[in-house]
């Protein structure tokens, strides 16, 4: 099992199943994070949520008979 699908984990014997984070949406949210930081640098934090999707490949595949 992967984590951020990198580009080899498709090519990887068997294909890696991954956890597949936007990455155009990660980096809005850390643009905004950004942003929000400069204007209120008193600020204590502030969650941000991303949705995953989960890619399965045959690394997690039924056994073979």
Do not use: H
Not at 19 to 41: H, M, N, Q, T, Y
């Amino acid at each position: 099992m992967g984590f951020d699908d990198i580009a080899l984990a498709e090519f990887t014997e068997p294909p890696l199943t991954t956890v597949r984070l936007p990455r155009e949406e990660l980096a809005g949210k850390a643009f905004e994070a950004l942003l929000a930081s400069l204007r209120d640098i008193s600020s204590m934090g502030v969650e941000y949520l991303i949705s995953p999707q989960l890619v399965v490949r045959e690394s997690t595949a039924k056994a073979r008979q």
